[in-house]
């Protein structure tokens, strides 16, 4: 089977940092081609990997080496980009957040499922070892019926964006603050792992920073069908890189960290045990099988699964009650 050439669309820390690198791994991908309105990050990414710069998306939609592009602009850009791009014929997947508003949400959910091409969203955290470790213990029966999920994840945000005026702090560009940019992993997480869709929102609580128009710390309360509630916490205040879950269930706990890559169990027999899976490092390979497993749905056709907008449209749902 023939490689499929991606192209990049954005050079920010996604591209640089997530997609460059996993098309470089290989697993069925190359890299085709990057755009950028400046043409020199464009060509920063794209050069090592032999791959064509360019610093207008038309030009990148017209390569034929570009079978599918990938979106790492800020949210506000997805949609119009990804609908020129299943118009020119290209498969596209979508960073997170999908979109800033739930309008665009929703018309980016008909897209996928009325285009003749396949139009995915970053979902990398399903691809952990932590997370599938976590998903097999639940789905194993190891803690009884599963009651709740917590999660919670943060970052120190001026590590990540250094001094300049971050698009993530514009609310018309990202839809939200610390819930959408890090929370809409979790949101995605909680129904994957207890296999069952987020049916109800509850309002989030939200701490602005002064000056801010958007949260930088705040909580989510999700239910899943079935009755599982599920909380949501994220922070831009740190501490960085961390990620801790938390599973409840009739007969047992799961506690699982990014940091360690430790899930530690109770389960039915009383007994505890430790899972090793391999922690979260930059040298984790979830991104190269998010990739891979995208270049897959595009060779199979794959439609898109119900909880395709899941993470973003509840927590943009939920903020629309949400108070400072």
């Given at each position: ?5 991606i192209g990049i669309v954005g050079t920010g820390g996604a591209a640089r940092d997530i997609h460059a ?102 979902r990398n955290e399903r691809f952990m070892d932590m997370h599938v470790a976590a998903r097999e213990v ?155 497993d995208f270049v897959a749905a595009c060779a199979s056709g794959r439609r898109p699964a119900p909880d ?17």
């Amino acid at each position: 089977m023939s490689e499929l050439g991606i192209g990049i669309v954005g050079t920010g820390g996604a591209a640089r940092d997530i997609h460059a690198p996993a098309c470089a791994a290989g697993g069925g991908a190359r890299l085709g081609a990057v755009c950028s309105a400046d043409l020199g990050r464009a060509r920063t990414l794209a050069e090592p990997q032999g791959a064509t710069a360019y610093d207008r998306v038309d030009a990148l939609l017209d390569d034929p080496a570009v079978g599918a592009v990938i979106l790492a602009t800020p949210p506000d850009r997805h949609r119009e980009l990804a609908e020129r791009a299943v118009a020119a014929g290209r498969h596209v997947l979508i960073e997170k957040p999908i979109a800033p508003s739930a309008a665009d949400v929703a018309a980016l959910r008909d897209l996928a499922l009325s285009a003749p091409v396949v139009v995915e969203v970053v979902r990398n955290e399903r691809f952990m070892d932590m997370h599938v470790a976590a998903r097999e213990v639940l789905r194993a029966g190891e803690l009884g019926t599963l009651l709740s999920l917590h999660a919670h994840t943060a970052i120190v945000a001026e590590e990540v964006w250094g001094d300049a005026p971050a698009w993530q702090l514009r609310p018309q560009v990202s839809g939200g603050g610390a819930l959408l940019d890090l929370g809409v992993h979790k949101a995605d997480l909680v129904g994957w792992l207890a296999d069952a869709p987020i049916v109800a929102a509850a309002p989030a609580a939200r701490v602005v920073g002064a000056g801010d128009a958007v949260e930088r710390l705040g909580a989510l309360l999700l239910t899943l069908d079935g009755g599982v509630v599920a909380t949501i916490a994220a922070s831009w205040k740190g501490p960085s890189d961390e990620s801790l879950l938390l599973a409840t269930g009739t007969d047992g706990t799961l506690v699982a960290r990014w940091s360690t890559g430790e899930l530690h169990v109770r389960g039915r027999s009383g007994e505890a045990r430790t899972v090793h899976a391999a922690p979260w490092t930059p040298a984790d390979r979830s991104n190269e099988a998010m990739l891979a497993d995208f270049v897959a749905a595009c060779a199979s056709g794959r439609r898109p699964a119900p909880d395709w907008d899941a993470g973003t449209r509840w927590i943009l749902e939920a903020q629309q009650g949400v108070t400072s």
